[in-house]
């Protein structure tokens, strides 16, 4: 029989006797076959029932010899003898049997701290990790384990981590602290964490305005919103069949029409939901950084699941999801691993609440869809008000809209955890080659971005997870995919070639001729070492090499999707040289004049 230390032995009983037996259980765990005081791992005594089991499981220390032992279980007539080790008469029933003593989890070695050092040095990938004293790991490092128990305070600060194969036990002296942007991991889909002590997850909002709400979800298995959440004066959840789009919107947008579709939360957060939080206390209530402690239940680990609905379109099929784990996870992964979602959708506080913008708050605070940032498999666009674009990395908590495509499960799991990046920086090291496009009005204070790239997986149609329509905001720059008439934030197209070109329309719904400026933001990937990106206005003719500099442009109110081009061979005049050598001139006969 196997028995792993630091772990509880199960170990049942039966008597059917109508008396009271005492029980003793040794093992010889100094294998010198005599069962001493310090080897006696349980002692009890049996009911009198007829029959009965005794549950006589006992605790295997930490540092419980490893090995083959013998253990014997010693009964006696409560009435008439004492289980001793050497007991042989007519009262009692003693029993031998050889067990192995292994390392938990199927790890190699055993490690222990002991709140100065690790007994058998620090732990990597093979060991299990016992920690018995104090534990933070800004001071005493990181840790990698096969498995980990704790049996102390131990602290990840921010910033550091926990990376853990397997199980994860937090035993009742002991307690765990995930610090804001520090990350717990669990790497094999079945790995669970018990709580037989205590643990926190910290997380802090951004600095918020006074009517600002966060999208947000809990970490922890049975996480209350009156518990965690029970200062903020409102939490929602929302209803994906209660949307209706508001008409005349042109864009991908979460504006429902009857502003039924978000209704107040109670009880138990869902694993993997997203919540919008008002975390003010009141409605008007002071804004700041909020700071909330999750710590009821045990850590979500493995496979998490919240069903998609699906509203005829991808459209009218907003839901809202979060990510569930103590840890960041990978955007990316998230992203293959559910065919249903095509982009992921950001709320960034830049903007308050307004009766400008478009909505069915009665109130007239309605959010601007400019607020909103996007990242889908080629990477990320800035949200049009500003701030830093999606990287592809969503931290603890994190909430996040998405379209879906049909009806279905979106899934998370241990595969899409990940260490480091567990911040509001989003942090993304894919390398593709991309341009990130930005129209902006100085005068009204507002602007719009698009993202284009390439990859050799993409198609010059529609590619899903690639390819993402455009936000509604007040002013966009978007792009055209042959055979949709869909204006797209994000577009993929195949591995670059200097021929392509890709048609760019805009739009405005500020109500005079305005001045607009276009500029590249950003760009990656190994294309630019050799190529130029131009863009060509159609209506002035104006070709703007984009590397050296912006293009200023007049419009109207309206949409004009044509007006753009981005082409990358130079269709202006060029140098010099190549004007020269295009240049023919021939004499008039007739007069004394030369035609060039």
């Keep these: 029989v196997d028995l792993e230390l630091d772990n509880t032995a199960n170990l049942q009983v039966s008597f059917a006797t109508g008396y009271t037996y005492g029980t003793n259980v040794w093992i010889d765990f100094n294998d010198d076959l005599v069962f001493d005081a310090t080897e006696l791992v349980f002692n009890g005594t049996s009911q009198s029932t007829n029959p009965t089991t005794l549950d006589a499981s006992f605790d295997i220390a930490v540092d419980a010899a490893l090995g083959t032992h013998y253990m014997r279980i010693g009964t006696a007539d409560n009435g008439q003898a004492t289980p001793d080790p050497c007991y042989n008469g007519p009262f009692g029933v003693t029993i031998d049997m050889a067990v192995n003593?292994?390392?938990?989890?199927?790890?190699?070695?055993?490690?222990?701290?002991?709140?100065?050092?690790?007994?058998?040095?620090?732990?990597?990938?093979?060991?299990?990790?016992?920690?018995?004293?104090?534990?933070?790991?800004?001071?005493?490092?990181?840790?990698?384990?096969?498995?980990?128990?704790?049996?102390?305070?131990?602290?990840?600060?921010?910033?550091?981590?926990?990376?853990?194969?397997?199980?994860?036990?937090?035993?009742?002296?002991?307690?765990?602290?995930?610090?804001?942007?520090?990350?717990v991991v669990q790497v094999q889909e079945t790995a669970t964490t018990t709580n037989g002590g205590a643990i926190s997850v910290?997380?802090?909002?951004?600095?918020?305005?006074?009517?600002?709400?966060?999208?947000?979800?809990?970490?922890?298995?049975?996480?209350?919103?009156?518990?965690?959440?029970?200062?903020?004066?409102?939490?929602?959840?929302?209803?994906?069949?209660?949307?209706?789009?508001?008409?005349?919107?042109?864009?991908?947008?979460?504006?429902?029409?009857?502003?039924?579709?978000?209704?107040?939360?109670?009880?138990?957060?869902?694993?993997?939901?997203?919540?919008?939080?008002?975390?003010?206390?009141?409605?008007?209530?002071?804004?700041?950084?909020?700071?909330?402690?999750?710590?009821?239940?045990t850590l979500n680990s493995g496979a998490v699941t919240q069903t998609l609905d699906f509203n005829a379109t991808d459209l009218e099929s907003p839901n809202m999801l979060s990510n569930p784990y103590a840890s960041a996870?990978?955007?990316?992964?998230?992203?293959?691993?559910?065919?249903?979602?095509?982009?992921?959708?950001?709320?960034?506080?830049?903007?308050?609440?307004?009766?400008?913008?478009?909505?069915?708050?009665?109130?007239?605070?309605?959010?601007?869809?400019?607020?909103?940032?996007?990242f889908n498999a080629l990477g990320g666009t800035a949200a049009t008000s500003g701030g830093a674009a999606p990287n592809g990395v969503i931290s603890t908590g994190q909430g996040f809209g998405v379209f879906a495509t049909a009806g279905g499960t979106a899934t998370f799991n241990n595969a899409m955890r990940v260490t480091t990046?567990?911040?509001?920086l989003r942090n993304n090291t894919i390398s593709k080659d991309r341009l990130w496009l930005n129209v902006n009005s100085?005068?009204?204070?507002?602007?719009?971005?698009?993202?284009?790239?390439?990859?050799?997986?993409?198609?010059?149609?529609?590619?899903?997870?690639?390819?993402?329509?455009?936000?509604?905001?007040?002013?966009?720059?978007?792009?055209?995919?042959?055979?949709?008439?869909?204006?797209?934030?994000?577009?993929?197209?195949?591995?670059?070639?200097?021929?392509?070109t890709i048609s760019l329309g805009f739009s405005s719904i500020i109500e005079?001729?305005?001045?607009?400026?276009?500029?590249?933001?950003?760009?990656?990937?190994?294309?630019?070492?050799?190529?130029?990106?131009?863009?060509?206005?159609?209506?002035?003719?104006?070709?703007?090499n984009l590397m050296e500099d912006s293009y200023s442009f007049t419009s109207d109110m309206g949409e004009f999707n044509d007006r753009f081009e981005i082409v990358f061979q130079d269709r202006s005049l060029g140098s010099q040289e190549?004007?020269?050598?295009?240049?023919?001139?021939?004499?008039?006969?007739?007069?004394?004049?030369?035609t060039i």
């Design 329 to 374: 996870i990978d955007a990316d992964a998230f992203l293959a691993a559910n065919p249903q979602i095509d982009a992921l959708y950001f709320w960034e506080h830049n903007t308050a609440p307004s009766t400008a913008y478009p909505g069915a708050n009665t109130n007239g605070n309605n959010y601007s869809m400019d607020d909103v940032s996007l």
């Design 101 to 183: 003593v292994i390392i938990p989890g199927s790890c190699a070695t055993l490690t222990i701290w002991d709140g100065t050092a690790w007994s058998n040095g620090a732990p990597d990938a093979n060991s299990y990790a016992h920690i018995a004293g104090a534990y933070a790991t800004g001071t005493n490092g990181d840790i990698d384990a096969c498995s980990l128990a704790i049996n102390a305070a131990a602290t990840v600060d921010a910033l550091g981590y926990v990376n853990i194969d397997g199980d994860i036990n937090v035993k009742s002296a002991g307690s765990l602290t995930v610090a804001h942007t520090g990350s």
């Design 512 to 544: 005079e001729v305005t001045s607009y400026k276009i500029s590249l933001s950003d760009f990656d990937g190994e294309a630019w070492l050799e190529a130029t990106p131009y863009l060509v206005d159609n209506q002035t003719g104006v070709v703007t």
């Design 442 to 500: 100085t005068a009204y204070n507002v602007s719009g971005n698009t993202l284009l790239g390439f990859v050799a997986d993409a198609t010059q149609g529609v590619d899903s997870k690639y390819d993402n329509g455009r936000i509604a905001s007040k002013v966009s720059l978007y792009s055209h995919i042959q055979g949709s008439d869909r204006g797209y934030s994000i577009q993929a197209r195949e591995a670059f070639e200097d021929s392509m």
């Design 578 to 594: 190549s004007l020269a050598s295009s240049i023919a001139m021939y004499p008039n006969p007739v007069s004394d004049m030369v």
């Design 202 to 297: 910290l997380v802090d909002t951004p600095n918020l305005d006074v009517l600002d709400f966060m999208i947000m979800g809990s970490p922890m298995s049975a996480e209350t919103r009156e518990s965690v959440w029970a200062s903020a004066w409102n939490v929602q959840d929302h209803t994906t069949a209660n949307f209706n789009s508001i008409d005349g919107i042109i864009g991908f947008n979460f504006l429902d029409e009857e502003l039924d579709d978000w209704n107040l939360s109670t009880g138990v957060l869902s694993a993997g939901e997203g919540y919008l939080v008002r975390p003010q206390d009141s409605y008007n209530g002071a804004g700041g950084v909020f700071n909330y402690d999750f710590n009821t239940g």
């Design 421 to 424: 990046g567990n911040t509001t």
